[in-house]
């Protein structure tokens, strides 16, 4: 895709934002605020593809991200037994540290949308997408200090949980009024409190796992095949 | 065994349209008319391909039912009270937005059941395809990926057991088992992906003019439910700037009249909703008939065997 192309579609998606949340609130005078956080999820992750088109991508590299998301998205499956104990947000922080901020969003948002064909798509989807994707880069944005101390990437798993929960509830509050409404954002944190321990933990047992063992083998590949 | 529904025959752009309009009514309107319907055709789809329970129906009243109820607890909005709790006004009209959006959570979520049955991977690549290329040969081969994980996961896991190396005595045990064989199976993959990429990069992958496979066809069936679809989606959107279709709960429950406008967008929308089961129903009366079998893959089979 040449340069020009590619800035053409950058602007299209970019006005499509104010577009959409005008059309959203002439339409849907009463419930704007879910379609306007549903597209601006989207957009955002739509922003993100396009970026990665215009860009050169090795070939190996691009495989290696395949491979990272069809294991988180494995993990999501083979855990399935113990409700929300998943490696996926693990996976995909360990990606964005090894290979990458591009490597963590496209590992993140791509888990989220192949695993729901598995599971279920729904609004949801664009969610999930923006806030794995969101966890991905900036653990790729980190990657140095990441590295260098277990005890920083172990919080930053936790936070992630945290995130993870914080930001889906606000799914949930918009998705159920179609506005924002605080007490019932707080109902819902509130609710979902013993899930995010569950998530914090997760994070951190996985982590604390596989970071080292896959970390050594994405080197060891890298270091033996050259790029 | 192929669990494809004939509604799924259709091109994926005209089921993306397809599902795009009706998912956008069904989430965004506040018209409980629109929302009743939208329920009674995805329910009526449901029950024609993957069948519905008695246990099923109890639990989605159910859940209906909670989310009808637990509206007023946490809007005070309405004219109408019913009585006070806590302090705070419970309203009728809190109770009947509730309602409402029970009817559209749970239309939405069975919509999004047909979605996941119709909008195969398959048709999700492909529309991918034209303006992300290289995200649709990252979903693919992640999609290509999953059952190779899965088959080398179940042949780990049982040397491993017939090693006597596998504990599943608890949880913990469980947990750190599993997580051997995945990062055995981190190291297959990761080694493997990389014979992927050499073999996908001498076949010319990205290089300029690359072409997709395709196997579908815009039939004659797409057309007419492509036409539907923007039929009712200018209905929908003239009805709802015209506030034809306006339904409003607060302060007091309130409707416009019902004009020549709003039957065409309740009507069409309708008729837009009914087309999945509409065509469920007619492909098993081609089933039934001679014509159709002998197109059935299986039948072109058995065709060149003998």
């Known amino acids: 895709m040449t340069k020009r192309k590619l800035a053409a579609e950058l602007l299209l998606v970019l006005a499509a934002v104010p577009l959409c949340v005008s059309a959203g609130s002439l339409l849907f005078a009463d419930r704007r605020y879910m379609l306007v956080a549903a597209v601006i999820a989207l957009i955002s992750c739509l922003?993100?593809?396009?970026?990665?088109?215009?860009?050169?991508?090795g070939t190996k590299k691009l495989v290696l991200i395949s491979a990272m998301t069809a294991l988180s998205v494995a993990g999501r499956f083979l855990f399935s037994p113990i409700p929300f104990f998943k490696p996926v947000t693990a996976i995909v922080i360990i990606c964005g540290v090894n290979l990458g901020c591009e490597a963590g969003f496209l590992c993140g948002s791509l888990s989220a949308f192949i695993s729901n064909f598995l599971f279920m798509q729904g609004p949801w989807t664009p969610?999930?997408?923006?806030?794995?994707?969101?966890?991905?880069?900036?653990?790729?944005?980190?990657?140095?200090?990441?590295?260098?101390?277990?005890?920083?990437?172990?919080?930053?798993?936790?936070?992630?949980?945290?995130?993870?929960?914080?930001?889906?509830?606000?799914?949930?509050?918009?998705?159920?009024?179609?506005?924002?409404?605080?007490?019932?954002?707080?109902?819902?944190?509130?609710?979902?409190?013993?899930v995010t321990i569950v998530y914090i933990f997760s994070n951190i047992v996985f982590l604390f796992a596989l970071s080292g063992p896959i970390g050594k083998k994405l080197e060891r590949v890298r270091t033996k095949y050259g790029f | 065994m192929s669990n494809e529904s004939a509604f799924s025959r259709l091109h994926p752009l005209t089921l993306s349209l397809w599902f795009f309009f009706v998912l956008t009514v069904t989430v965004m309107t506040v018209n409980p008319i629109l929302a009743a319907l939208s329920l009674l055709f995805s329910a009526l789809y449901k029950a024609l391909t993957t069948g519905i329970s008695i246990k099923g129906i109890s639990v989605s009243l159910a859940f209906m039912l909670l989310i009808a109820l637990l509206n007023p607890l946490f809007s005070h909005h309405g004219v109408t009270v019913l009585f006070f709790l806590n302090d705070l006004p419970v309203t009728l009209e809190s109770l009947l937005f509730g309602g409402m959006m029970s009817l559209v959570v749970m239309s939405s979520v069975l919509w999004c059941g047909a979605l996941a049955l119709c909008m195969t991977s398959d048709k999700v690549i492909w529309l991918f395809?034209?303006?992300?290329?290289?995200?649709?040969?990252?979903?693919?081969?992640?999609?290509?990926?999953?059952?190779?994980?899965?088959?080398s996961y179940g042949r780990m896991k049982d040397a491993r057991t017939a090693a006597g190396l596998y504990d599943d005595s608890s949880p913990f045990a469980r947990i750190s088992s599993s997580l051997r064989i995945f990062s055995a199976l981190v190291t297959m993959i990761l080694e493997d992906s990389i014979d992927t990429a050499d073999s996908m990069k001498a076949r010319g992958l990205m290089l300029r003019g690359r072409t997709s496979c395709s196997i579908f066809r815009f039939r004659p069936a797409d057309f007419a439910v492509l036409a539907l679809v923007l039929l009712s989606a200018a209905a929908a959107a003239y009805s709802s700037v015209s506030k034809a279709v306006l339904f409003t709960f607060y302060p007091a429950v309130s409707y416009g009249s019902m004009g020549a406008v709003t039957a065409l967008t309740y009507g069409s929308f309708a008729l837009t909703a009914v087309v999945p089961s509409f065509m469920e129903v007619t492909l098993w009366k081609q089933l039934h008939s001679t014509t159709y079998r002998s197109n059935t893959p299986q039948a072109r089979n058995s065709r060149s065997t003998v």
């Open chain 2, 129 to 151: 395809g034209k303006p992300f290329p290289k995200l649709a040969v990252l979903i693919s081969l992640t999609l290509r990926l999953l059952p190779a994980i899965k088959t």
């Open chain 1, 127 to 194: 969610f999930q997408m923006f806030i794995w994707g969101a966890i991905g880069f900036f653990a790729g944005l980190l990657s140095k200090p990441l590295k260098s101390s277990p005890v920083l990437l172990l919080s930053y798993g936790a936070l992630s949980g945290i995130l993870y929960s914080a930001f889906m509830d606000i799914w949930t509050t918009v998705w159920f009024d179609g506005t924002f409404l605080f007490s019932r954002y707080a109902a819902a944190a509130v609710a979902a409190i013993p």
């Open chain 1, 47 to 57: 922003l993100f593809f396009l970026s990665f088109e215009g860009r050169d991508t």
